[in-house]
């Protein structure tokens, strides 16, 4: 496995975990359902999302308190449900569109929602681009490039450098 198929491999694994809902016996414990809830809905996450902690909290004795999560829940995701919300959760790469569905201003929504899509995409691929050059960077410093590909890849970066 190269290096880069390493790294990312990591990366994927931790985005998979960073939407896990899994908590512990401290955290059932001590969980505000209602703010448990809002922080749910105002991310646009899926209603189902409090059975992963009824499961998780069973395993510790623990019954979490459905009614005021999805109170919480149901005033973030009025909030979520709005061009703002959905821009910023789209463009954090969270959110589900379907949520927002036969409510008030869904086509604001949807747009917004789109846009946040489009940004996220664009960032993520600035910073792929941003790592590949500092890998290039990285390697033709140690010596791993003779001149003449590096001037190349100056010049393909910076056409006016050609006669430099």
């Not at 909290?57 to 449900?81: M, N, T």
């Not at 929602?113 to 664009?122: A, C, D, Q």
Request: net charge negative.
């Amino acid at each position: 496995m190269t290096r880069s198929t390493a790294v990312l491999a990591l990366l994927l694994a931790a985005v998979a975990l960073g939407g896990c809902a899994s908590m512990g016996p401290e955290q059932c414990k001590a969980a505000k359902w209602e703010e448990v809830g809002h922080a749910d809905g105002a991310r646009g996450r899926r209603p189902d999302r409090f059975d992963s902690y009824r499961k998780d909290c069973a395993e510790h004795g623990i019954e979490p308190q459905q009614d005021l999560w999805k109170r919480g829940y149901d005033v973030g995701l009025s909030e979520f449900c709005t061009p703002a919300g959905g821009y910023g959760a789209a463009r954090a790469g969270e959110g589900e569109v379907e949520l927002c569905a036969g409510r008030r201003g869904e086509d604001d929504f949807r747009a917004a929602f789109k846009h946040g899509r489009e940004v996220n995409s664009l960032l993520r691929e600035v910073r792929e681009l941003y790592a590949n050059l500092r890998n290039t960077v990285a390697a033709a410093l140690s010596g791993e490039y003779n001149r003449d590909e590096v001037t190349r890849m100056r010049v393909n970066v910076n056409p006016d450098l050609e006669n430099t």
